[in-house]
């Protein structure tokens, strides 16, 4: 009879193999976002300031007046935070790490979400591109290491770190056809993406999905069984995501964003191109000629090793993935934004929703990168073996090529990490966060007034707007000063006493005949009252309130 320590499962095995990897992509996942971690108590420069902002409003909520981040009066006078469209703050992730600071909580959210990332390009090379494990390592590590995504999310954009799941939903879906538990694990991921804020990411890889379905619609038979998978997926994701999702959709449907008639970018330029790939610069506002972002709209650095080991691996999995190939066109031409009146994205911007209300058809490169890294783990695997086929007589030089073939992507896997590794550093250097006494009641403005990032926790507000594209009443008449929240607009009203929250007013009152009282906040849908009507007065958030005395809140 064997012994108990003689017999390992195959299921034990493959969860001691499967830890193994989640710890090698933490490891990895902590030394590329080491300047980040390292340069604390130092914030993010650039719109990552105004991601902390946020981080530091729903830590305020839960910390000071236990209450979810619904609203946000920190900003803009107030705006919606559960249901606008690029808040992180509704994300579990960021739930979770109430306790820590914002700092810790940018530095959390960027580890794990490239582990993440790395972990579902492992599995996605592994089962569906059929590489062996070196080429699988070299294409997540070339996926979550990569420049476009650093740059993009380093003291930048944040709340597009859900483009890292790309690889993990092409996997899910393309398996659940035959395995309705994976539809409902990525309907999970979905809903997940939609805590997150992930405005961006979510539409763009639905997109991409969507592409590679077409490429799979046939014999026939197979489309019930993709429609159910596509059913399974959607009713999971609505039902978990609710909460956020149909507020979400209210929002977008009763605001249009501005300047959205300003997106001309076309990137069909040879010169573009070359310098997205093949440019290292690490300055997020540098410039590229012809074009109307930022550099670190654009910047997709992989190396001419990596970018020479991609055309290699494009050929030679052509023939045998060409599902791959003709998804990866697609999206490359997605990239290219307006080249053509008729240009896919253009199309998409003016007809399509949610497309309408987006930009910078560029971030497309965060996903085309996903075809890149798979071409390179292509490379790095069947390059030796093709060769070997070829030149039967020269085994020995296809091994050479092969080993050739590992070091060059190891190296330009590296180089991208170390460039990466410069732009974290640059990004990371802004103002620590400051210790503020928290004053016990909200108001605007008034003397010793903190900085942006600190005002959440100093329990006040500047009369600016950060997220200036999104609300309709930052210019609402709100006043400032340590004075009582809400005021008599008609005659015949008196407010008695006032006071709030972030999420909410309570106002005694006492009215001889009906009348209205205004709220020191701009005017927001979602708002009710359990007394009286909540309207709006002069882009006020005003209550409606009978005649008599009341409490209303």
């Not at 109307?292 to 992989?302: D, F, L, N, R, S």
């Not at 006494?437 to 507000?461: C, H, I, K, T, V």
């Not at 004075?483 to 015949?492: C, E, K, L, W, Y």
Request: proline fraction near 5%.
């Amino acid at each position: 009879m064997p012994s108990h320590w003689s017999y390992v499962s195959a299921r034990s095995g493959a969860v001691l193999r499967a830890l193994a990897l989640v710890v090698l992509a933490t490891i990895l996942s902590v030394y590329h976002w080491w300047p980040q971690i390292d340069a604390i108590p130092y914030t993010a420069e650039l719109d990552g300031r105004y991601v902390m902002h946020q981080l530091e409003v729903a830590k305020a909520a839960i910390r000071q007046y236990h209450e979810l981040p619904l609203w946000n009066p920190y900003d803009c006078r107030g705006i919606p935070m559960w249901d606008h469209p690029e808040a992180i703050t509704a994300s579990p992730l960021v739930l979770l790490a109430t306790r820590l600071t914002a700092t810790e909580t940018l530095a959390l959210w960027n580890v794990f979400h490239c582990t993440v990332g790395f972990l579902g390009m492992w599995l996605f090379a592994r089962k569906e591109l059929e590489l062996e494990r070196l080429g699988a390592f070299t294409a997540a590590s070339m996926w979550a290491f990569g420049v476009a995504h650093t740059s993009q999310y380093a003291g930048a954009h944040s709340t597009l770190v859900c483009f890292w799941f790309a690889p993990l939903m092409l996997l899910l879906w393309r398996r659940a056809e035959n395995d309705l538990r994976l539809a409902v694990a990525l309907g999970g991921v979905v809903a997940f993406m939609l805590y997150e804020g992930a405005t961006y990411p979510l539409p763009y890889c639905v997109l991409v999905v969507g592409l590679e379905t077409v490429c799979r619609v046939w014999p026939p038979r197979r489309l019930p069984r993709v429609i159910l998978a596509g059913v399974v997926t959607g009713v999971v994701a609505v039902g978990l995501s609710a909460a956020r999702l149909l507020p979400l959709l209210a929002q977008m449907a009763s605001k249009k964003r501005d300047q959205m008639d300003l997106d001309t970018d076309s990137l069909l330029s040879l010169f573009s191109l070359r310098k997205m790939f093949l440019w290292r610069e690490s300055h997020w506002s540098s410039r590229l000629p012809d074009q109307q972002y930022v550099w670190g709209e654009y910047i997709a650095y992989v190396g001419g090793l990596a970018l020479v080991l991609a055309a290699l691996g494009l050929v030679l999995s052509a023939r045998r993935h060409w599902w791959f190939l003709v998804v990866g066109g697609m999206t490359f031409a997605l990239m290219l934004g307006h080249f053509a009146r008729y240009a896919p994205w253009s199309v998409l911007q003016h007809k399509v929703f949610p497309f309408k209300a987006m930009r910078v058809p560029s971030r497309f490169r965060l996903v085309f990168h996903l075809f890149l890294a798979g071409w390179v783990g292509f490379a790095v695997d069947r390059l030796a073996p093709t060769v070997g086929k070829v030149l039967r007589r020269h085994a020995r030089f296809a091994e050479a090529l092969g080993v050739v073939a590992v070091g060059a992507a190891l190296l330009g896997a590296g180089d991208a990490m170390g460039l990466g590794k410069e732009i974290i550093g640059v990004m990371h250097q802004g103002p620590p966060e400051k210790t503020v006494a928290r004053s016990p009641r909200f108001y605007y403005e008034g003397g010793g007034l903190a900085d942006f990032l600190d005002q959440p926790r100093q329990n006040r507000a500047w009369l600016g707007c950060r997220s200036y594209e999104w609300p309709s009443h930052r210019y609402a008449p709100v006043w400032s000063g340590d004075v009582p929240q809400a005021r008599a607009f008609d005659p015949g009203v008196t407010v008695l006493a006032a006071s709030r929250t972030v999420n909410t007013f309570r106002v005694e009152v006492e009215a001889t005949q009906p009348g209205r009282v205004l709220l020191n906040s701009a005017h927001g849908d979602g708002w009710v009252s359990d007394v009286g009507a909540i309207t709006e007065e002069a882009e006020m958030l005003t209550v409606s309130v009978p005649a008599g005395a009341a409490r209303c809140g």
